[in-house]
């Protein structure tokens, strides 16, 4: 069938499109203002329910690209990973070994990363690298950074998961943060990202100019998503770290380099100090698995360019952040806030009965 002409009739007052399909004139029997307002609504309907399906699927049956896609035939493909020492960046240093790729190891603590580096080679059968990095000194991060330039004249750097990072000792408001923890964590999430980054890069776009894609991931965080009271500086390097790695990403995706920000809600380790895995909050092994397993979905962040909330609960909370708009990213925040005084009421209660217990004994 083609409809060849539309025009509008009057009956009864009214106005009614008509629609000319092969000689036949058919009169749609609705005013027009009822029709423009039908196909306005049926349009977002549509747009709704294509995210939804969209994040269901995405998290049951379409895949993500196959991590192993982006090491070399030719050669060893090296991986770098950042604050590898514990939680999240222990989890991909071991799962990305898993995968039969090299590990160049970057942390803090010599000791704890040639533990790592031992384990993992004697596990998966692969080599490691160490690189002793504090990412919050500018000396430390530029000898480290040195060392890596180094190395990525004789490896194949084909993945960099920028994963350490720093929160506040405690939720604080902005007015009473200390200047040193300020600069802790502009320096440790910013600043190192930022340095590792840009000498990584050059060898990853020269790499897939004739060889397979490269990876960065940018591990960002949900506080990045919803604005955080009493985490404000940490959500701000959150939050930019996500808008870095989206104008990263469309810079060099025609130089087949994929760069995506990831978006972890609460995730059990050192940083989160939750112990025990629940429903919404995964072991560091689930989360990562679940990120190393859809790579290029968006899952969580339906309709944002180079994000994605890879575990389950995490996109699901993510997705109805953005679902009514003001009022449920509104939502987000006071929910934030409630749970953040709360955590900071517990904290301070604590150190007043160790404080209490430290008199008495
Ligand atoms: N866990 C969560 O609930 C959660 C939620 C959202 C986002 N994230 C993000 O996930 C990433 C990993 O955090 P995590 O949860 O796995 O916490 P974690 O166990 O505390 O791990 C953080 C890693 O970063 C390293 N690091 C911290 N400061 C550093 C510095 N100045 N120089 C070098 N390395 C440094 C730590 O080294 P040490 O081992 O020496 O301390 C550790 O290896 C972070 O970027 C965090 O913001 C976590």
């Not at 998290?59 to 999240?88: D, E, H, M, Y």
């Amino acid at each position: 069938m083609v409809a060849d002409t539309i025009h509008l009739q009057t009956s009864s007052g009214l106005v009614h499109p008509s629609v000319n399909v092969l000689g036949y004139e058919i009169v749609v029997d609705l005013p027009i203002h009822t029709l423009i307002l039908s196909a306005i609504g049926g349009a977002f309907v549509l747009r709704y329910a294509y995210s939804w399906l969209k994040l269901l699927a995405e998290l049951t049956i379409i895949p993500g690209i196959n991590v192993k896609s982006f090491q070399s035939r030719k050669t060893s493909t090296w991986a770098l990973v950042t604050g590898c020492t514990s939680g999240l960046g222990l989890e991909f240093a071991r799962q990305l070994a898993a995968k039969k790729y090299n590990i160049v190891l970057l942390g803090r603590r010599q000791e704890a990363l040639d533990d790592l580096a031992k384990e993992i080679e004697s596990k998966y059968g692969v080599q490691t690298k160490t690189v002793l990095v504090d990412m919050a000194q500018a000396e430390s991060r530029s000898t480290a950074f040195a060392q890596v330039e180094a190395l990525g004249k004789e490896l194949d750097f084909g993945v960099l998961i920028n994963n350490a990072g720093v929160s506040h000792e405690m939720p604080v408001t902005f007015a009473e943060t200390p200047l040193a923890e300020i600069d802790n964590i502009v320096q440790t999430n910013f600043l190192g990202t930022f340095h590792l980054t840009r000498v990584v890069l050059p060898f990853m776009i020269a790499r897939s100019k004739s060889g397979p894609k490269s990876l960065i991931l940018n591990i960002g965080s949900m506080d990045g998503r919803v604005p955080p009271t009493l985490l404000a500086v940490y959500g701000a390097t959150k939050g930019g770290l996500s808008v870095f790695s989206k104008a990263l990403a469309e810079e060099v995706r025609g130089q087949r380099v994929l760069v995506n920000a990831v978006t972890p809600a609460f995730v059990i380790s050192n940083m989160s100090k939750i112990r025990k895995s629940s429903l919404t909050v995964p072991t560091a092994k689930v989360f990562v698995h679940a990120t190393l397993t859809s790579i290029g979905l968006a899952r969580g962040a339906q309709g944002r360019p180079y994000e994605m909330t890879p575990f389950w609960a995490h996109a699901f909370m993510d997705y109805f952040v953005s679902l009514f708009g003001y009022a449920s990213e509104m939502a987000g925040i006071k929910i934030v806030d409630y749970v953040h005084k709360d955590l900071r009421r517990r904290v301070l209660r604590k150190r007043a009965r160790d404080a209490a217990k430290g008199k008495q004994e």
